[in-house]
C-alpha cells in the first residue's frame, strides 16, 4: 500500500547573507575596537590629543564618525538576519522561536547577537565622543 507524503519546501538563503547576519556585528564591533584605539593611541603620543593635521576637535569628529559608520554596519547586521528569520522562520513570533534548522537557527542567533554588538558599540563610542581621548583612569 503506498503512501503519501507531504513535503514542506525548504527555504534556503543565500550563505553570503546568512553569515554576514549572523557576525557582522561582531566583526564591526572588533574592528570598531581596533580602529579606535589605534587612532586614539596615535593622538595620545604628544599628549595633545592631535591628530596630523587634525585638532583634537577633528580627531572627535573622526572618531565619531566612525563609531557611527561601525555602527550602522552592525545595525545592518541586525536587519537582514530578521529579515533572514522571517523569510526561512516557521513562526511570526520571535519570543517563542526555536531554530531547528541551521538556516534558521543562524538567522536566530544573528538577531541576538546585533543587539548586544549594537550595544556594544554605542556603549564603547560614547566615551570615546564625549570624553578627552587622552584622558588616563586613576
Known amino acids: 500500500m503506498p503512501t503519501q507524503t507531504i513535503s514542506v519546501p525548504h527555504l534556503h538563503v543565500p550563505p553570503r547573507r546568512l553569515w554576514f ?14 580602529v579606535c584605539e589605534i ?18 576637535l577633528g580627531v572627535r569628529w573622526l572618531l ?6 561601525f555602527l550602522a554596519i552592525a545595525v545592518a547586521s541586525g536587519i537582514i538576519s530578521f529579515r533572514n528569520w522571517r523569510h526561512v522562520g516557521s513562526t511570526g513570533d520571535l519570543l517563542h ?8 537557527f543562524m538567522s536566530l542567533i ?3 547577537v546585533s543587539v548586544a554588538f549594537v550595544v556594544g558599540i554605542i556603549w564603547a563610542g560614547l566615551p570615546l565622543i564625549f570624553l578627552d ?6
Open 21 to 34: 547576519g549572523t557576525v557582522g556585528a561582531a566583526v564591526a564591533w572588533a574592528l570598531h575596537g581596533v
Open 39 to 56: 587612532i586614539s593611541a596615535n593622538a595620545c603620543q604628544n599628549g595633545a590629543g592631535s591628530l596630523g593635521s587634525l585638532s583634537p
Open 64 to 69: 565619531a564618525g566612525i563609531t557611527i559608520g
Open 97 to 104: 522561536a526555536e531554530g531547528p534548522q541551521r538556516e534558521q
Open 110 to 112: 544573528g538577531i541576538f
Open 133 to 138: 581621548i587622552c584622558m588616563k583612569a586613576r
